[in-house]
């Protein structure tokens, strides 16, 4: 449910409160990989039977360093607040820039917000909230191998040998294919995509009689972005190709809701009431038009204008909306016995007209045991609250008329020497498509001890979730590849400890500890008893990503890969009988890892001396696998890129005892997706280091402030892993909730240090 | 303080009673299948759709080139895909992404002429005359027996889809139907459509050479009468007469401006393009740096024995119009292990135009058909009459007529017209359906002597039977628990 958020800060005295922070990083990869220098790349092309004039290929280009960059950042905030007996205000500005760790990747926004709240009556009160936010980026390439431009892929499996330009300016290729060199991908497109957006909502509040109050709401977000991009018609073979590209895209996304709500607080000596019913209802709008031309006389403008070829010209619209009936109801006895009930009915455009509604019900109960006679008098215990919960909740998320059989235009054909309208069926009708149902029950306890000193929560957790929404894979020979249904059930079970702890309370020194752990099991209960396969590998390699019933979502798929056989340096594998076999079919993949941790942790502790603190957050995961597909593409050995330094023990005579098959030019076989490339992605580091310093009162009231802090912070300072790849904590299918695990040269998470500071008047 | 409240519930029913109408929206930009197919502009439109299918499935484009070409002893694989030297080195797997893909395209193209054939008949408007709702029909019908042929050569019998599905709950998992079931189907189709189509549309050729007219049904089902188990070679000879006898005056042309001109007196039926956005990205696949504007390695060569096959017959005018010589920067391990050699390039396709080229692609063309007739005449035992026909298309790339020792046996001659067509038809994808015709394309690919300098060894590609046909896409296997694999 697409419900605006925005984080209320209001003023809270009569005196402006002004505020600003300031700081400055620097941003880079923690890691590089060791791969073929020249001479190593001159030996496995002459095994592989490549020759080429070698003596003309004289450059020692540091890949590598060439892509990857400290990437500098700024950031400024500043704000506003104070409240007079009827106004209530917060006003802020912000501008942030960063340059990424990889090469011409770039991000800035500036924004602002005002936050304003009038009493007219002592019944009535109005207020808003805006917020509007510029914002630009480039992105790089990542997530795709060096034919397809991927820039990662591209620093690793590019040869050091050839320099980044040739004497004509272009970009130099691999001496054997004509594979750009990663800069080609950074430098030679320009790309560009900035977005403004204003988010603003307005709201009144009228006390009806005592107890009852009645809120209208009324918010809109307008986001509007333009991605840009350029390719000169010289310097890359596609550019020259094409005569140069020229695209530019536009998306605006206008959103708006309105609220009307009706609450009802009574209490009747110990006994509280609290309702509500209201209304919601909430629209989308979204237009897109792209354009895009090609030919052009120069690289002097880059805007589609300048293309003497119009190669596309489009525009589409679409629309959302849903709307939702809402109640609630809170009642509490002393504060001792809790309870809330909700109940919910959400309509949504997403689905046929007989399936819109869906209706959610939840009810949580609370018992604070520590309120009892029987625990009044123990000094240990301050708080010991006891909960329990159920409640389902809806999905809707999927395509806007994904319940319609969609006939689509652009199917065009050329007649007559013009191109004719031509439809074609985009996707099957399935008018009993409906609302997915996640039904959660949750148990848990909240625990304080020794004047507060220590805090323990406990929560576990059972959610089924039915009806799933799921593009099912259809077999193709009906014309499709597949049709959303809601189809099979998931359960995640899991529980979660939470513990903190003022270990050392004094004045001038203190010490608080908190951490937290959590276990989640996830399992595939039914998909209509089969399996599905995703993410597809590079190369022909099949997918390497299943949905089975019986075993964890995203679980990964693949051959077990048994040696390499010393005799003819060809990897072998077992197969599903348990034999070893060099040429294993589709039937002998099976699963060969879980990209779902055991556990995942998270660790802090704050250190206060004085003026001085020191936050340490450190975080872990557990028993988690990664495929890494980054050395399928630098250890495969099949063509003319380079590869990882690993090769060099690569099979290469008879009698050869190795676990790296021998190259073999074109042939897949010894790269298959198998357990060789799964690895352990556990790992513990070191996620935020912060030192800070704050001025003592006697300077801060000499300088007529409130406060003034100084801080240092380092992100991703330290890492344990025995994972090989840039960064454990990557996902090469981030758009799919369904695949995970995979490794496929994807940006990594980057080592942030930044220096700030922080004052208030 | 009651008139407020009356004020305020008011407002809260409002927002209640119409919030049905304010979830029940339509498509702006797209229409649906209720209402995608009531007029005659929109099943021409859909009609339309369907003849799209031959630039947007891979396999029209160029793909023929891979599987047809490279496949077979005319081409080796370049580029950087690994997949296409896996389909030259005859090792293809059953995952192999393109398999499937061109499995998938091409039953789309033919749930596209199913749909039109189902809702053709339902469209009341008086725009659209019995007529032209026959010869969509006839359209419709031809191309989906197009379609089903291109799928029996490549895969053998696969599952017979005639209707549209139209809801998740109906049956999709097709088992196979029989090779003889499908071409079944397919003469059906042609049967049909031959009854509905018209000789011409009127005047225009990138209309009778861009829609399917009843010489494009004979040519075809010609084409399918040989290819099919236990050929008919009397129905080839009957399709291949009325084909000559077509108002349309199919002829042989010049062969060199064969490949110039698009819509020609010699084609049947042609992928049409325009370039820009109705481009065909296939030319810039294969044309060199010259013509392509780039430097990377193209993705199909001319191999050493076709070179050697234009030569040893001194076909100056086939080999010039189809093969042309460039110095490259790469290194290509059949022509010369080292860079500046000078190697062919695949050249029937003159324009790249930056991936949108306005070359179209033939499907049927006449000097096609009448190697075709050679071949059904000579099998029918009428040898003279087969190498008059095999001279015609001799003659007019100013070879001479087939040597009396050419022509001295059936056996003879049928190398002879097997010969001519892979000089005449190289690129165009039909080499690999012709061997396997023939019944030679085990022999061929074991006899073929191609020397990899890089080991300087003889490449082995271990023809087998089981090879002759392609996997069935695992992808689609995984999907369809009634689908049974090709032995492999």
């Known amino acids: ?761 | 303080m009651k008139t407020k409240i009356f004020l305020i519930v008011a407002c809260l029913m409002i927002s209640i009673t119409s919030c049905n109408d304010f979830i029940d929206l339509e498509p702006i930009s797209e229409e649906t299948t209720a209402n995608g197919y009531d007029s005659a502009r929109q099943i021409e439109a859909a009609l339309v759709g369907t003849y799209e299918s031959f630039q947007s499935a891979e396999y029209y484009v160029w793909d023929f080139v891979v599987y047809q070409d490279i496949r077979s002893d005319n081409c080796y694989a370049g580029g950087d895909n690994p997949e296409i030297f896996q389909v030259d080195l005859l090792d293809i797997s059953p995952t192999q992404s393109r398999i499937y893909t061109h499995w998938s395209n091409i039953y789309n193209a033919i749930a596209k002429a199913n749909l039109v054939l189902d809702k053709v008949v339902l469209v009341n408007d008086i725009a659209l005359t019995e007529e032209r709702r026959d010869q969509i029909m006839g359209e419709a019908y031809f191309l989906r027996a197009y379609h089903y042929f291109t799928l029996v050569k490549l895969f053998g019998g696969v599952p017979l889809v005639t209707e549209p599905l139209t809801s998740p709950e109906e049956e999709v998992n097709l088992p196979r139907s029989s090779v003889q079931e499908v071409y079944d189907q397919i003469l059906l189709d042609l049967d049909l459509a031959g009854a509905l189509l018209p000789d011409t549309y009127g005047n225009d050729a990138s209309v009778n050479k861009g829609r399917a007219t009843t010489g494009a049904v004979n040519a075809l089902a010609a084409k399918v009468n040989a290819q099919k188990p236990s050929p008919d070679y009397n129905a080839v000879l009957e399709h291949i007469d009325v084909l000559e006898g077509s108002a349309a005056n199919y002829q042989l042309i010049n062969y060199s401006q064969l490949f110039s001109a698009n819509n020609n007196a010699e084609s049947i039926l042609e992928v049409q393009y325009l370039g820009s956005n109705e481009g065909n990205f296939g030319p810039q696949l294969l044309l060199p740096p010259s013509i392509s504007g780039d430097a990377w390695r193209k993705f199909a060569t001319p191999s050493v024995d076709m070179v050697n096959a234009f030569d040893s017959e001194n076909d100056e005018i086939r080999k010039n119009a189809s093969i042309l010589f460039e110095s490259v920067q790469w290194v290509d391990e059949y022509w010369g292990n080292s860079p500046g050699t000078t190697i062919p390039f695949g050249y029937k396709w003159k324009n790249a135009s930056g991936f949108a080229s306005a070359d179209n692609t033939y499907l049927l063309r006449y000097g096609d058909l009448v190697l075709l007739k050679a071949e059904a005449l000579n099998e029918l035992g009428q040898l003279s009459q087969a190498v008059t026909e095999v001279n015609r298309i001799r003659n007019r790339v100013q070879l001479p007529n087939l040597t009396n020792e050419q022509s001295s046996s059936q056996e003879a001659l049928r190398t002879a017209i097997l010969k001519e067509r892979r000089l005449e038809l190289f690129l165009e994808g039909h080499r690999w359906d012709d061997l396997v015709r023939y019944d030679r394309v085990i022999q061929t690919m074991n006899n073929l002597e191609e020397i990899d300098l890089r080991t300087g060894n003889s490449v082995n590609y271990n023809m087998t039977e089981q090879k002759i046909l392609l996997p069935i896409p695992q992808q689609e296997l995984d999907r369809n628990p009634n689908l049974t694999q090709n032995p492999l």
């Open chain 1, 1 to 761: 449910m697409g419900v605006v958020l925005i984080t209320t800060k209001s003023g809270t005295t009569s005196k402006p409160r002004v505020t600003f922070d300031s700081y400055m990083g620097v941003s880079q990869v923690w890691k590089t990989l060791p791969v073929l220098n020249g001479e190593q790349y001159r030996d496995l092309m002459t095994e592989l039977g490549y020759s080429t004039d070698w003596d003309s290929f004289n450059a020692r280009t540091d890949w590598q360093d060439k892509i990857f960059q400290n990437g500098l950042s700024e950031n400024y905030q500043a704000s506003v607040s104070g409240k007079t007996e009827s106004t209530n205000y917060y006003i802020s500005a912000g501008y942030t820039a960063q340059e990424g760790a990889v090469r011409s990747s770039a991000l800035e926004r500036s924004n602002f917000k005002i936050n304003l709240d009038q009493k007219i009556s002592d019944n009535i009160k109005i207020g808003t909230r805006i917020a509007y936010t510029q914002y630009t980026d480039v992105d790089v390439n990542d997530n795709n191998n060096v034919n397809a431009g991927g820039v990662l892929l591209g620093a690793l499996t590019t040869p050091s040998i050839i320099g980044i330009f040739n004497p004509d300016g272009s970009f130099t290729s691999n001496p054997f294919q004509n594979w750009e060199n990663p800069l080609a991908s950074t430098d030679g497109l320009e790309r560009e995509f900035s977005s403004s957006r204003f988010l603003g909502n307005v709201f009144l509040e009228a006390n009806i009689f005592k107890g009852l109050k009645y809120k209208i709401n009324y918010g809109i977000d307008e986001n509007y972005g333009i991605f840009d991009s350029f390719l000169d018609p010289f310097r890359t073979g596609f550019g020259s190709a094409l005569g140069g590209q020229s695209i530019n895209n536009t998306n605006k996304t206008s959103y708006y809701i309105f609220e009307n709500t009706l609450t009802y607080n009574k209490t009747v000596n110990k006994h509280l009431i609290e309702a509500l019913v209201g209304t919601v209802g909430q629209k989308f709008r979204f237009e897109n038009s792209s354009i895009e031309t090609r030919n052009f006389g120069s690289d002097g403008v880059s805007t589609p204008n300048a293309g003497a070829e119009l190669f596309n010209a489009s525009a589409t619209k679409s629309e959302r909306a849903n709307t939702s009936f809402l109640s609630r109801l809170n009642y509490s006895f002393d504060d001792t016995y809790l309870l809330t009930a909700n109940f919910r009915a959400d309509g949504s455009s997403a689905f046929g007209p007989d399936n819109r509604w869906g209706y959610f019900p939840s009810f949580s109960l609370g018992w604070r045991v520590s309120n009892e006679a029987f625990l009044e008098n123990t000094e240990v215990i301050n708080d010991f609250k006891i909960r329990a919960g159920w409640g389902v909740v809806g999905n809707d998320q999927i395509n806007n008329f994904a319940y319609l059989g969609i006939v689509s235009p652009g199917a065009n054909y050329p007649f007559l020497g013009a191109s004719q309208p031509g439809t074609f069926p985009a996707t099957l009708q399935n008018l009993t498509l409906r609302w997915e149902e996640s039904e959660q029950t949750n148990v848990g306890f909240d625990l304080q001890l020794f004047d507060n000193k220590i805090s323990f929560t406990v929560d576990a957790y059972i959610k089924n979730t039915r009806d799933l929404l799921f593009q099912t894979p259809l077999p193709t020979t009906s014309g499709f590849e597949n049709v959303l249904q809601n189809v099979g059930s998931l359960r995640n079970r899991g529980i979660e400890f939470s513990f903190n702890s003022a270990n050392i309370p004094t004045d001038t020194f203190s010490w608080n500890t908190g951490f937290n752990i959590s276990f989640n099991r996830n399992e595939v209960v039914d998909i209509l008893g089969q399996q599905r396969l995703l993410a597809p590998i590079a190369g022909g390699r099949g997918e390497a990503s299943i949905l089975k019933e019986g075993e964890p979502l995203g679980s990964l798929f693949g051959y077990i890969f048994g040696g390499v056989d010393p005799a003819t340096g060809n990897a072998f594998y077992i197969d599903r009988n348990g034999e070893s076999t060099f040429n294993p079919t589709e039937e002998d993949r099976t699963i060969i890892g879980d990209p779902n941790p055991d556990f995942f942790f998270g660790f802090t502790n704050t250190f206060t001396y004085k003026n001085l603190d020191l936050f340490v957050f450190i975080q872990g995961s557990y028993g988690n696998d990664l495929l890494n597909a980054t050395r399928i593409e630098t250890e495969g050995m099949i063509g003319p890129k380079n590869q990882s330094l690993d090769v060099i023990n690569r099979w290469r005579t008879p009698g050869d005892i190795t676990d790296i098959p021998r190259a073999s030019f074109g042939n897949i076989d010894n790269s298959r997706v198998s357990t060789r490339f799964i690895e352990d992605g556990s790992y513990i580091r070191f996620k935020t280091v912060t030192l800070s310093y704050n001025l003592p009162q006697k300077w801060i009231d000499f300088l007529k402030m409130n406060s003034l802090k100084f801080y240092a912070t380092g992100e991703n300072l330290f890492t344990i892993t025995d994972y090989s790849g840039f960064d454990p904590e990557v996902n090469a299918f981030g758009g799919n909730n369904t695949v995970q695990g995979i490794d496929f040269g994807t940006y990594p998470q980057t080592r942030n240090l930044i220096m700030g500071v922080s004052a208030t008047f």
